[in-house]
């Protein structure tokens, strides 16, 4: 049975840090740049060479390690990850082993019904590897050092979800928090995200925990979420045999939509760690880490709080609002700039995000501005402007960046509600539904609605409804009395 | 030979910024000198004369300026000169070509001097012998039968034999203290931190230091006044002033207290070497210094704790070297796999000695050893560290033997790996606890090899050593006396 059984989760999420330089060299980190032209003695692991830690990529580990409720090391000091592999250029990985930056935190993560809070078991800084080539190559393969060296953030989680729900949303609160702090692009087709998990299952209310499997090669938070039903699934069916879960890695293919053994436990490397020598162990200074405390910025979950307290939005309406930092800025805008708060969160939740969705854009890439949308919700509020042109307009304006009123003069757009400009539309569309005219004499009031409809149809949506409406009203009636 | 290439590097800097010798007619004089006598003593790998003159040449255009204006300076083969060849006498790094200048380069070159020639040296400066060289060995100047010392063997000979005005080389346990008492030279090993280690190529980054072999002990101050200092491209540098140690030399040493640990003068220490060092103690005290016997207990325990740690940090540094980016690569044709290419790269790359300490530190640093070896190694460096610390609080510097023999015959230890090691017993301390020490000579045996005495000095105070050395190098003429075996070839 099913139910029988509780899943635990932990995920290991590498996050690239936005800094302008590798992490101990120079070498600039523009993604997408030619192979190996972003390479130097240092990164490229060159004897003799010796690397320098970039106090930009520390200050954002600490940045993001107070966000995430850690303690930070009175003492940091980096390790010798040692393994062979050709994308390592020194064969051993600067990282950190017994003394991470910061370990202990937390991070609550909203799910629909509740709250789950997910301890941080540590959150430590390492260099990243290069990039084999496979492609194109006859006999071998090429290595691209580029990567080599950029600075990457290992947050790890305690095994504290138990769903691919909640996993799906820690890590989109783990990912907004991110952007919030502008430490990271957050990017995964780039790989400034990437994320492996372990899954293991027991049976429902036993102490100890299952046989751990870990799972790699997750591209995106669909492939964690899939992957980590899959392998629930998988681990609950060895059970229901009375097979016994093999501590393993396992690839996700997301073609197939399954995991695949990798390497088991035995075959599992010893990584040698030991104090890197070429590195200096320093203490933290207090008053830097108080330093950088007062320089954060509000983050997603107590901006949501702000925004039910401030604006009195309804909880959900308040997260879904703060999950982009962008959105929830445009939102805030879009308020200052004039428009009442529940019109614009529904404006923005609406409208603006529809938009973006449809168009795979980021706010950043279009043409809106928040001064428009509210000056644009101002129309509508007093009536000038009619919701469905109010969303023709809209679209006009995230194409083009115009403001509202060039847009409407421009098309001639305009509300009407003069009574007599719209008698001629009103008598028309009478004369034309004639089986819903009778159908509002044999007393079918909802064909009222309908002939609304086609009057706003007639005016492409510049009629004011409820005059049309009165209109309509009246002419039925006079229709009605005079028989 | 011409004259002049017996003058120290100082002398001759004061020479050519005269203007009475030209740099480009000292370094052909040199080469000449080389090409007769580097036959018999193999101190060079290489020395590209042509590179050197056009560097000469573009001194020569510009004002005679700089501390070391056109003096050649001799480089081990494990410091990068940009576009030069650096292979650290291995195999595995053979065509090596750097594209960059060690930091020490950089500033000797500021000051004028032209790089010139690849010094011979243990694989990797592994060794204690220069014995383990995929180029062949170097041999002592003062004896050709007998090893020069190492790992920077051919630094020392090549200075011995007036091959050289002076050479830079690197002292992980001893490799430049070691090879300068048994060739009869000046060796200083600053203290850890004191010079940049940018482009030296590791052998044990917590140990590795660049220091100056010289014919005197002014010339060793000028050197490291030179590439001595801060430098941002290496974290373990200081940021510490540097002192002009030239300027300091002649200052008094009057009632400096000189300690001598008895742990250096035990079971294993030839009589001679003894004896040398109870003269060289008289001697300090005829210069106004009290010397009185101390002692350092974890001393015996320097060895086990060094071959740990050294070899702990140089299996990693060392695991580079796999025929993916450079230096050699071994497959065997079509269908290689990589681990394959790995394996035949380092199997034929790498020397007897190479694999010895890389599968010692693979060990050290394993899972279920890691503990009991390289964490235990790392706890009892402390307490050496503490032994140096204790002496300092009450002598100035302490005197020991640099070797506990002259030295020795070629391959009479090169099969005992074990009694190698234990040429460095007097020299692996220092490295350990990060203090500076200096080996400068201070008698002949009666064979007629050199001694060297070692003075050590508490962190950051080099000029202290400096002066005592000076005062005792200015009361005796060990320095003046020059290997009979290479004097006219």
Avoid at chain 1, 268 to 278: G, K, L, M, Q, W
Avoid at chain 2, 14 to 35: K, N, Y
Avoid at chain 2, 146 to 155: F, N, Q
Wanted: hydrophobic share 40%; glycine share 6%.
């Amino acid at each position: 049975m099913r139910e029988a059984y509780e899943t635990v989760i932990g995920l290991e999420v590498h996050v690239q840090l936005n800094t302008q330089t590798k992490i101990f060299c120079g070498c600039p980190t523009t993604f997408g740049a030619p192979p190996n032209s972003q390479v130097c003695p240092v990164c490229l692991g060159l004897p003799g060479a010796l690397p320098v830690l970039n106090r930009q990529a520390f200050e954002l580990t600490l940045r993001t390690a107070l966000a995430l409720h850690c303690q930070i090391s009175e003492r940091i000091k980096f390790d010798r990850k040692n393994y062979f592999y050709p994308d390592l250029p020194k064969n051993y990985q600067i990282s950190q082993y017994d003394l991470p930056v910061s370990h202990d935190g937390w991070v609550d993560a909203p799910l629909e019904d509740r709250t789950v809070r997910v301890r941080i078991h540590r959150a430590h800084l390492e260099e990243d590897a290069g990039k084999l080539l496979h492609e194109g190559v006859q006999d071998g393969s090429l290595v691209d050092f580029n990567r080599a060296g950029i600075p990457l953030l290992e947050i790890v989680s305690e095994p504290d979800l138990t769903s691919s729900e909640a996993a799906h949303a820690y890590l989109t609160t783990l990912k907004t928090i991110l952007q919030y702090l502008d430490v990271s692009d957050c990017n995964m087709e780039e790989g400034s995200l990437r994320c492996d998990v372990n899954l293991s299952v027991r049976r429902a209310g036993a102490q100890a925990l299952g046989t751990k499997v870990e799972i790699k090669n997750l591209n995106s938070f669909k492939a964690v979420r899939a992957a980590l039903v899959f392998e629930q699934h998988r681990q609950q069916q060895l059970l229901d045999r009375g097979e016994r879960i093999v501590q393993e890695t396992r690839l996700w293919d997301a073609k197939r939509e399954l995991t695949a053994s990798m390497r088991s436990k035995e075959e599992a490397s010893d990584y040698r760690y030991f104090p890197e020598p070429d590195l200096v162990p320093f203490e933290v200074a207090r008053d830097a880490l108080e330093r950088i405390r007062t320089t954060l910025p509000e983050l997603p979950h107590a901006r949501a709080e702000r925004f039910m307290q401030q604006y009195g939005l309804p909880p959900y309406d308040a997260h879904v609002l703060t999950a982009d930092k962008a959105v929830a800025e445009f939102f805030e805008a879009t308020v200052t700039g004039g428009a009442p708060a529940q019109p614009a969160a529904h404006w923005v939740m609406g409208e603006v995000l529809s938009f973006l969705n449809a168009q795979q854009l980021t706010l950043a890439r279009t043409s809106l501005q928040a001064a428009h949308l509210a000056r644009l919700i101002g129309l509508v509020e007093r009536h000038e402007l009619t919701r469905p042109v109010a969303k023709e307009v809209f679209v006009e304006m995230a194409r083009s960046g115009q403001d509202p009123q060039t847009i409407i003069a421009a098309k001639g757009w305009r509300r009407v509600a003069d009574p007599q400009a719209l008698a001629t539309v009103v008598d028309q569309v009478l004369a034309e539904q004639t089986q819903s005219v009778a159908d509002y004499r044999r007393g079918k009031t909802t064909a009222l609605m309908y002939l609304v409809g086609q009057c706003m149809k007639a005016t492409r949506g510049q009629a004011d409804p409820t005059v049309v409406a009165e209109l309509l009203r009246q002419r039925l009636t006079n229709l009605m009395t005079k028989e | 030979m011409n004259e002049w290439l017996t003058l120290t590097a100082q002398a001759l800097a004061e020479q050519l910024r005269r203007g009475e010798l030209q740099p480009s007619d000292v370094l052909r004089a040199l080469a000449a000198r080389i090409a007769d006598i580097n036959p018999l003593v193999h101190a060079y790998i290489e020395a590209d004369l042509e590179s050197a003159l056009t560097r000469a040449a573009v001194l020569e255009r510009g004002p005679r300026r700089g501390k070391l204006y056109g003096v050649p300076i001799g480089v081990k083969d494990n410091i990068c000169v940009a576009g030069r060849e650096t292979a650290c006498a291995s195999r595995i790094l053979a065509g090596f070509r750097a594209p960059y200048a060690a930091t020490v380069i950089q500033r000797l070159e500021a000051e004028g001097a032209v790089m010139f020639g690849r010094l011979n040296m243990d694989e990797f400066a592994f060794g204690s012998s220069t014995e383990t060289s995929a180029y062949g060995i170097t041999k002592n100047p003062w004896d050709l039968d007998r090893i020069p010392g190492g790992s920077s063997g051919g630094s020392a000979a090549a200075v011995a034999a007036d091959c050289a005005f002076a050479c830079l080389g690197s002292d992980t346990g001893g490799s430049i203290r070691q090879p300068a008492a048994l060739c009869g030279v000046v060796g200083l090993k600053p203290t850890y931190g004191r010079v940049s280690r940018y482009g030296l190529i590791a052998f044990a980054s917590s140990l590795d230091q660049i220091g100056p072999l010289t014919k005197d002990v002014t010339d060793a101050a000028l050197l490291l006044e030179v590439i001595a200092g801060h430098d941002p491209a290496d974290s373990t540098s200081a940021p510490l002033e540097v002192p002009s140690y030239t300027q300091h030399l002649t200052a008094s040493v009057e009632g400096l207290r000189i300690g001598i640990p008895q742990e250096y003068l035990g079971a294993g220490l030839d009589p001679e070497v003894k004896a040398a060092l109870a003269a060289a103690g008289q001697q300090l005290e005829q210069l106004g210094m009290r010397c009185e016997p101390v002692t350092m207990p974890h001393t015996p325990s320097a060895i086990a704790t060094y071959y740990l740690i050294a070899t702990a940090e140089a299996s990693s540094n060392l695991a580079r070297y796999d025929g993916v980016q450079y230096g050699l690569r071994v497959t065997d044709g079509t269908g290689t796999t990589l681990r394959a290419m790995y394996e035949q790269t380092r199997a034929q790359g790498l020397g007897a000695e190479a694999k010895r300490r890389i599968l010692l530190g693979t060990y050290a640093l394993s899972r279920g050893y890691y503990e009991a070896y390289y964490l235990k190694a790392l706890k009892v460096r402390t307490l050496i560290k503490q032994d140096f610390d204790r002496a300092f609080e009450r002598y100035d510097c302490l005197l020991t033997p640099t070797s506990p023999t002259p030295a020795f015959r070629i391959g009479e230890r090169i099969h005992d790996p074990l009694s190698m090691y234990l040429s460095d017993i007097c020299t692996i301390s220092a490295n350990l606890a990060g203090v500076p020490a200096l080996s400068l000579p201070c008698g002949l045996t009666r064979d007629g090899l050199p001694l060297g005495m070692q003075l050590l000095g508490r962190p950051f105070e080099e000029a202290r050593l400096l002066q005592i050395a000076y005062a005792y190098e200015q009361a005796t003429a060990w320095h003046t006396k020059h290997p009979e075996a290479v004097a006219h070839a």
